[in-house]
């Protein structure tokens, strides 16, 4: 299936001369959560903002469903929801009439029984008729993507949904996000936590300073550039490490009564491994945890590695 964006060697220098854009190139697959990250000045939002129409561009394409985001500008801005980084919602205006309204302006025919069905998606059915600027935040965050999704948009773009929000809010999204996709949604969000993309994304990708530095499946990436480790408690202390195991690189602790020994994810020399060498060397143990890098460590190693 061809993709539902496709993005070919984009670049943006502001005014400013500032270079927030290097050659990017990436496609969004229908159907996926993506998720990018990267830290502040990344260029995330400006990424979203060309592809939304909102920022030109400096250089290369942008293709959402095949047509193009400059020549076809009407009709790729339909295909897209976005809920933007920066919100303002101290409107009086009640939830059910900005949704009219924001679908009215992609010169879409009424459609109430689909704003009916999105506002019961995102749990907002029996406040159509409040006025936005009297709901609490996360009702606010709710009715802007319900009024991202008031057209009927393919691809879903989320500027940081949870920045600023409480743990239960969070989850919140995470499973209302989930919801979209798995009613066929197509959702492309960008954060600064880690734990959301692991949490939630299909694919995900990491931006610094202007370059898309990686993109990976999240399953692929976390086996790819995961460490693993596992902490086998002995029977009896040691003082040293015996010689026959030097090549493990083992690190004594507790005194000497725990013994660390670090692997790569994929590696074959994994716990079996380990196991087997104890055996033959005559150490005796009672108890083993294992523990592996998280997506935080990968992408802390990955910004810093390329500065
Ligand atoms: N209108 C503008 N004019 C000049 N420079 C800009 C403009 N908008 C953004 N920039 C610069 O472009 C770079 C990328 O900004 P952008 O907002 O895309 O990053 P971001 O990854 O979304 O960051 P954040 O995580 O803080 O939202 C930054 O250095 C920013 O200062
Ligand atoms: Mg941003």
Redesign the pocket.
Known sequence: MNPIVSIRALTKT???G?Q?LKPISLDIHRGEIFAML??????????IGIICGLVRASGGTVQVDGFDTIKDYRKTRSLIGLVP?ELHTDTFEKVISTLRFSRGLFGLAPNDAHLDAVLKELSLFDKRNEQIKTLSGGMKRRVLIAKALSHEPRILFLD?PTAGVDVELRHDMWAMVRRLRDAGMTIFL?T?YIQEAEEMADRIGI?NK?ELIMVEDKAVLMQKLGKKQVTLELAQSLSTIPASLDDLKLELSGGGHAVTYRYEAQSANGIAYLLRRFDEAGIAFTDLHTEQTSLEEIFVNLVRANP
């Open positions: 502001y005014a400013s500032l927030a990267g830290p502040n000045g990344a260029g995330k939002t400006t990424l980084q940081e960008t600064h931006m202007g």
